[in-house]
């Protein structure tokens, strides 16, 4: 567990006139077989059908650098759950709702600000734990067929693992590790929940039971500025938010690593209107 003070952690900022990604990558070495595939981007994926994932919403974050990018989903129409590590970047966010292409203004889309920002008390940069950030929407958003809410698991389902469920990850990261900069259209993949035992093999311990991990066959996953974006279970609700994973590459084949919503459903109805079951 000592290696994990030797993280190094990366977040690339985006300047206003082109959007970069925001992503923790911590910095391991290679020691696992390449022939298991996992990895960390949406990569391998393909662009969605336009509105048909009505939860996803991109987050605009103003930084000293320039403006950071990241993803969420709309919990309630007062609520979006992200990233510590893109909530702690400011304390008033931009949220796009109802997007598609996320560089223009579409007639679907509505842009607000958010009104607090909640990060998890217990977020730690270094071990990589508890990433976790609420978002607050003052006034609330209307709900339409463009922009809709994604269901949480029920407490009954707090200890499930969803182990080899086939879950779809999205947002509008990057799509190879050649990109520059973020897509331009939402993109989303599906990839298969791995074990987290497996995971820690690759990721020198860190790994806990609040983090789930999932393989990337086939160079599919996620990437850098698909953080804080959803990972939704087969069976419709999310389970996991993109947290973090390898800075060597999108697609060299490594486990993608995302925060554990079951594990944490007491302190989203501790702190949102949202209810669970």
Request: aromatic share 2%; hydrophobic share 40%.
């Given at each position: 567990?000592?290696?994990?003070?030797?993280?190094?952690?990366?977040?690339?900022?985006?300047?206003?006139?082109?959007?970069?990604p925001a992503h923790v990558k911590p910095l391991f070495p290679p020691r696992r077989p390449s022939n298991f595939?996992?990895?960390?981007?949406?990569?391998?994926?393909?662009?969605?059908?336009?509105?048909?994932?009505?939860?996803?919403?991109?987050?605009?974050?103003?930084?000293?650098?320039?403006?950071?990018f990241c993803g969420g989903s709309l919990l309630s129409p007062t609520t979006v759950l992200t990233a510590a590590h893109c909530g702690e970047l400011a304390t008033t966010?931009?949220?796009?709702?109802?997007?598609?292409?996320?560089?223009?203004?579409?007639?679907?889309?509505?842009?607000?600000?958010?009104?607090?920002?909640?990060?998890?008390?217990?977020?730690?940069?270094?071990?990589?734990q508890n990433d976790l950030a609420i978002l607050r929407i003052a006034?609330?958003?209307?709900?339409?067929?463009?922009?809709?809410?994604?269901?949480?698991?029920?407490?009954?389902?707090?200890?499930?693992?969803?182990?080899?469920?086939?879950?779809?990850?999205?947002?509008?990261?990057?799509?190879?590790?050649?990109?520059?900069?973020?897509?331009?259209?939402l993109r989303s993949v599906q990839i298969p929940v791995g074990e987290n035992g497996v995971c820690n093999l690759y990721y020198f311990g860190v790994i806990q039971d609040t983090h789930l991990c999932a393989h990337g066959d086939?160079?599919?996953?996620?990437?850098?500025?698909?953080?804080?974006?959803?990972?939704?279970?087969?069976?419709?609700?999310?389970?996991?938010?993109t947290s973090f994973g390898i800075s060597f590459g999108c697609e060299i084949g490594w486990p993608s690593v995302y925060t554990r919503v079951t594990k944490y459903l007491d302190w989203i109805a501790e702190n949102s209107d949202v209810v669970i079951n």
């Open positions: 567990m000592k290696l994990i003070i030797c993280v190094v952690l990366g977040v690339a900022l985006a300047q206003a006139t082109q959007l970069k595939k996992p990895g960390v981007r949406i990569t391998g994926g393909d662009e969605v059908v336009p509105h048909s994932l009505p939860y996803q919403v991109g987050l605009l974050i103003p930084t000293e650098e320039g403006t950071a966010i931009e949220i796009v709702l109802g997007a598609h292409k996320i560089r223009e203004e579409e007639p679907e889309q509505i842009r607000v600000n958010s009104s607090e920002v909640i990060v998890h008390p217990d977020w730690n940069r270094l071990l990589l006034d609330g958003v209307e709900l339409n067929e463009n922009i809709n809410t994604v269901p949480l698991p029920s407490r009954a389902d707090a200890e499930k693992d969803y182990l080899d469920d086939l879950a779809t990850a999205s947002g509008w990261g990057k799509d190879s590790d050649a990109a520059e900069t973020i897509s331009d259209v086939d160079g599919k996953s996620t990437c850098s500025g698909d953080s804080g974006g959803p990972l939704v279970a087969s069976t419709g609700e999310l389970i996991g938010v």
